[in-house]
C-alpha cells in the first residue's frame, strides 16, 4: 500500500512535521508530491489540507493509518524543487513549514478559485468524462474515478487543467469619461462658456489637457481632481463628453514599452557581460557583485547577460525593489524580451498575478521579472539569476516567515547551477564584505555611460545664520539652484527624508542628536512612557528641554510633512508645475507609474517626493536634485543609520545629469561634516565602504558579526519582561563568553494591539548551538499556546526598532 508524507495546514510546532497517510486505491498514481489534499486530522472528523511530500511504498508507522480524502489539486503545484526548498526555508527562518509552502505559491491559490478540466484531444474518453459540456468543473462530488481518469488524460496530455479565480473586482463595471471632441474643440467650447460657469471650465479645461489619459474613470475625476459628477452630467448633456462604462482600465506595467534592440557595450560593460557570460556557459554557481556607479549602464548588462542565457536555452529570474515603484525597468526588460516575459508585482489583481504565475509554471515565459516573492517563481532551467539594487532592505520579509530573497536566490542558484548577479551602486556592507573576502566575485563600473561626469554635489550647512534665518525649510542655496533649473527649462527632483520622522531629538542650532551613551544609536522618543529609550540595550532618558552640547533652546522633534513642502514651493515658484509622490498621492493602483510618466514626458517641472523618487529614475532632464533634511536617517535608532543615509544620498543624487546635461545636487544638513554626507556628495562608495567597516568593527556589528533579533509579546506586560528574562537566561546558557547579549528592551511601539513588545539582541561570530538551542526555545514556548506568548526569531534583521 502506498504512502504519502504530508505536511498539514495546522501551524503549530508540535504539526511541524510530515504526517503519514495512506493512498486509497483509487488515487494510487494520482498523488504526487507538490498536490495538495484533503485529510482528516485530530480525533473528530475536521477535514484540512496538507502538501504531499514524498510518496513512497512501505510506512515506518505500525499502526493503521488514515486515508487520504480527496485530492485538491490535478496536478502538483509545487515542484521538487520548491518542495526541497521549503526544509531549508523553514529551518533557516524558524518558521512552520506549512507557512513556506504557503508563501511560495500565489496569493490565488490559498483563496478561492475553480478548477476546470479543458479537453485537448477528441478521443472517446474525453467525451465521456465531459459529457457533452464544453469543460468539466472540478467538484469534490467527482468520484475517485473519474479523478483517476482525469489524471490520465491529463499525463497523456488529452485533457488540461485549468484554474479560474473568482474575481469579482475585475467584473465590477465602472463609469468612465471620454470625448470624440479634440483639444482645439474642447478649449473653443471652454472659451464660450460664462465665466462663472467654473465647474464646467475646469472640466474641460482637464479633458483638453488629457486627452491620452481618456477614458478616465469618473470616481477617479472625482477624488483626485475634485471635478464632481454633476459637472459630468451637464458636460454629456452638451455633447462636449461621453460617458461610457468600462471593466478594466489601468495596463499592467509594462505593456506600453517600446521595443528595443541592444546596446554597444562600453568598455566596462564589456567586461561585466563577458564574465557573467562564461559562469552562464560553464553553468557555475557563482555570485558577482557589480558596483556600478549611478548611470553607468548596469541595466544593459543584465538585459545582455539575460539574452546570453536565452541564448544557451535558458530561463533567466531578475528581482527588483518592490515593483510597482519601479515600472522604468520593468519597461526596458519587456521592451527587450517583449512576450517571453512574465511579470509579479503587488500592482496586479490577484486574478492577473495568478496568470502570469500559470504562463510561468506552464513554461511559456523565459524571463521573470518580480519583486521579492518572485524569488519563488515556479521557473524551470534557470541559467541566471538577477537582483537590481541588492541593498535594498525589501528583500527581507518582515513578516513571517522573514526570509531574504538574496538567500533565497543563492540556494536556488546552487541547485540550478547558475550564476547569482546582484548590482548596486551602493551595496549592502554585507555583500560588499564578501566580495573583498572573495566569497562574491566583485565587478566595478565606476564612469558614467558616454564618460559623463558624475554630478557637483554642494552641501549646505543649515547651521548657518544665513540658513536658519530663512522660514520654511529651503536655504537661499537651494532656491537659487531651483530658480537656475526654472529658467533653463530643465527639471528637478526634491526629496524629503521622511523615514525616522520625528520620533528623535535634534538641536536646529548646533545639529546635535541625542544618543545612546552604550549603542551609538539615536534615541528615540517613547511617548507612553515621556522619556527617550536605546532601543539596543533598553538605556533611557528624560526628555532634554535644552541642547546638552550648547545650551540652545531649539532642541525639539525634527520634522515636515510633504504637503507643507508643496505649499513652500508653490509660494517661492508660483509658475512652477509640481508633481507630489507620497504615500497619499500613490496609494491608487498604477498612480505611481502615472506620476512619473507625467513627469518623464515633462509635464511638471519639479517632482517632489520621499525615499520612493531617490532610486531607479533615468530623465534626461533632470539637472537639478535638492535634498531638504539629509539627516532623518542619519537619526534612525539602528545600526545601519550611517548606511542607509549613504545609500540614500548617493541614489537620489545620481538622479541628476544622466544624459548629456550636467547634474547639480544641493544636500541640505545639520551634520555636513558626517562621513555618510560627505562621502555621498563624492558619490564614494569604496571610502564609505572601508569608514563604515571599521565603525562596524569597534561596535561589534554586521558583518563582523551575525545578529539574531528574538522578540518577545504577550498582553501583560509584567509576563514579557518575565519571559525575556527567561528567555535571556536560556541564551545565556548555551551561548560562549564571545557572544553579546542586548537587552530585554522596549521596541519603538513598545505596545500594539494590547500587546507589549521587547526584544532581545545577539551578536555573534560562531555559536554552533545558538540554531539548535532557538529551535528548542520555540518548541518549549510555542506548543503553549494558552499562555498567549508569542516569539519571533529574526536572523540578520533589517530594521531593529
Ligand atoms: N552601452 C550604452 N550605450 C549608450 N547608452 C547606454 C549604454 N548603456 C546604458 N546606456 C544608457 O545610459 C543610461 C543609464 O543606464 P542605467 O539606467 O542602466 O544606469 P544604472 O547603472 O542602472 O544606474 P542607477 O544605479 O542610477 O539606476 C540609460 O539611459 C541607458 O539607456
Ligand atoms: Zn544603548
Ligand atoms: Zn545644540
Redesign the pocket.
Known amino acids: 500500500m502506498a504512502v504519502a508524507e504530508i505536511i498539514v495546514d495546522v501551524p503549530t510546532m508540535q504539526t511541524n512535521r510530515p504526517f503519514e497517510y495512506s493512498i486509497p486505491e483509487t488515487l494510487t498514481d494520482v498523488v504526487v508530491p507538490g498536490m495538495r489534499v484533503e485529510v482528516p486530522f485530530g480525533r473528530g472528523k475536521r477535514q484540512i489540507q496538507g502538501f504531499v511530500m514524498a510518496v513512497k511504498e512501505e510506512s515506518n508507522f505500525k499502526g493503521k493509518l488514515k486515508p487520504i480524502t480527496r485530492v485538491i489539486d490535478l496536478r502538483p503545484v509545487l515542484s521538487k524543487e520548491m518542495l526541497d526548498l521549503s526544509y531549508w526555508l523553514a529551518d533557516q527562518t524558524y518558521s512552520f513549514q506549512i507557512s513556506c509552502l504557503q508563501t511560495m505559491l500565489p496569493s490565488v491559490m490559498r483563496a478561492k478559485y475553480q478548477q476546470f478540466v479543458i479537453p485537448k484531444a477528441d478521443t472517446p474518453e474525453v467525451k465521456k468524462l465531459l459529457r457533452g459540456q464544453t469543460q468539466l468543473e472540478i467538484t469534490n462530488q467527482l468520484s475517485d474515478e473519474e479523478i483517476r481518469l482525469i489524471n490520465k488524460l491529463r499525463k497523456n496530455q488529452q485533457v488540461d487543467i485549468s484554474y479560474v479565480v473568482k474575481n469579482k473586482a475585475q467584473q465590477v463595471k465602472r463609469q468612465a469619461v471620454t470625448t470624440d471632441l479634440n483639444q482645439i474643440q474642447l478649449l473653443e467650447a471652454k472659451n464660450a462658456l460664462r465665466s462663472n460657469a467654473k465647474a464646467q471650465i475646469k472640466l474641460l479645461d482637464f479633458l483638453a489637457n488629457h486627452l491620452n489619459d481618456l477614458p478616465i474613470e469618473m470616481n477617479v475625476l472625482e477624488k483626485d481632481y475634485e471635478i464632481g459628477r454633476s459637472a459630468i452630467k451637464t458636460a454629456e448633456k452638451n455633447q462636449l463628453l461621453k460617458i461610457i462604462e468600462v471593466t478594466k482600465l489601468r495596463k499592467p506595467v509594462g505593456i506600453d514599452a517600446k521595443k528595443t534592440t541592444k546596446?554597444?557595450?562600453?568598455a566596462e560593460?564589456k567586461v561585466a557581460v563577458d564574465q557573467i557570460s562564461t559562469a552562464i556557459t560553464q553553468q557555475h554557481p557563482e555570485t558577482f557583485l557589480i558596483e556600478?556607479v549611478?548611470?553607468?549602464?548596469?541595466?544593459?548588462v543584465y538585459l545582455q547577460t539575460i539574452e546570453k542565457a536565452l541564448q544557451v536555452g535558458k530561463n533567466a529570474l531578475m528581482l527588483v525593489p518592490e515593483i510597482s515603484l519601479t515600472p522604468q525597468m520593468v519597461n526596458r526588460v519587456v521592451g527587450r524580451f517583449g512576450d517571453q516575459v512574465a511579470v509579479l508585482h503587488s500592482g496586479l489583481s490577484s486574478g492577473e498575478r495568478y496568470d502570469e504565475w500559470t504562463r510561468i509554471e506552464k513554461g511559456e515565459v523565459k524571463v521573470v521579472v518580480g519583486a521579492r516573492s518572485a524569488v519563488f517563481a515556479p521557473l524551470g532551467k534557470i541559467g541566471l539569476i538577477i537582483i537590481d539594487e541588492e541593498h535594498e532592505a525589501s528583500y527581507k520579509q518582515d513578516d513571517n516567515p522573514r526570509y531574504n530573497a538574496r538567500d533565497v536566490a543563492l540556494w536556488r542558484s546552487k541547485v540550478n547551477k547558475c550564476p547569482v548577479v546582484l548590482g548596486s551602486?551602493t551595496p549592502s556592507l554585507e555583500s560588499r564584505a564578501r566580495a573583498e573576502k572573495g566569497v562574491y566575485h566583485l565587478i566595478r563600473m565606476t564612469k558614467r555611460?558616454n564618460n559623463q561626469n558624475l554630478p557637483h554635489v554642494e552641501i549646505v550647512d543649515m547651521r548657518d545664520a544665513e540658513n536658519s534665518a530663512v522660514k520654511g525649510d529651503f536655504s537661499p542655496a537651494l532656491q537659487a539652484a531651483l530658480q537656475k533649473t526654472l529658467d533653463k527649462h530643465d527639471q528637478a527632483i526634491v526629496l524629503l527624508n521622511r523615514r525616522g520622522y520625528s520620533s528623535f531629538m535634534m538641536c536646529r542650532e548646533c545639529g546635535f542628536v541625542l544618543k545612546c551613551p552604550n549603542c551609538d544609536v539615536s534615541l528615540t522618543y517613547h511617548k507612553d512612557l515621556g522619556k527617550m529609550k536605546c532601543h539596543y540595550c533598553g538605556h533611557e532618558e528624560p526628555v532634554p528641554n535644552s541642547c546638552p552640547n550648547c545650551r540652545s533652546k531649539k532642541i525639539g522633534f525634527y520634522g515636515t510633512g510633504t504637503q507643507n513642502i508643496e505649499q513652500q514651493l508653490n509660494a517661492l515658484f508660483p509658475k512652477a508645475r509640481v508633481l507630489r509622490m507620497d504615500v497619499d498621492t500613490t496609494r491608487r493602483k498604477g498612480a505611481h507609474a502615472k506620476i512619473l510618466q507625467k513627469f518623464g514626458s515633462h509635464q511638471a517641472d519639479i517632482l517632489l517626493g520621499t525615499q520612493m523618487i531617490a532610486?531607479?529614475l533615468?530623465f534626461p532632464d533632470v539637472t537639478l536634485v535638492g535634498v531638504i533634511n539629509a539627516d532623518t536617517t542619519l537619526s534612525l535608532a539602528d545600526f545601519r543609520a550611517s548606511e542607509r543615509t549613504f545609500q540614500l544620498l548617493t541614489q537620489v543624487s545620481?538622479r541628476a545629469g544622466?544624459a548629456d546635461k550636467t547634474g547639480h545636487v544641493v544636500i541640505q544638513t545639520y551634520n555636513p561634516d558626517h562621513y555618510a554626507i560627505k562621502d555621498a556628495a563624492k558619490q564614494d562608495y569604496e571610502t564609505f565602504f572601508k569608514q563604515e567597516m571599521y565603525i562596524r568593527h569597534q561596535a561589534n556589528y554586521t558583518p563582523y558579526y551575525f545578529t539574531t533579533l528574538i522578540s518577545v509579546a504577550n498582553k501583560d506586560e509584567g509576563q514579557t519582561l518575565k519571559q525575556s528574562y527567561w528567555l535571556k537566561r536560556q541564551l545565556q546558557s548555551s551561548l560562549s563568553k564571545d557572544a553579546i547579549l542586548l537587552g530585554p528592551s522596549p521596541t519603538m511601539i513598545s505596545r500594539k494591539q494590547n500587546k507589549y513588545y521587547y526584544q532581545i539582541i545577539v551578536k555573534y561570530k560562531h555559536e554552533p548551538k545558538l540554531h539548535q538551542k532557538l529551535l528548542e526555545i520555540l518548541n518549549e514556548t510555542q506548543a503553549d499556546a494558552k499562555k498567549g506568548f508569542t516569539i519571533a526569531i529574526d536572523n540578520e534583521p533589517q530594521h531593529i526598532d
Do not use: F, N, V
Open positions: 546596446l554597444q557595450l562600453t560593460q556600478g549611478t548611470g553607468s549602464g548596469k541595466t544593459e551602486a555611460i532610486k531607479g533615468d545620481g544622466r
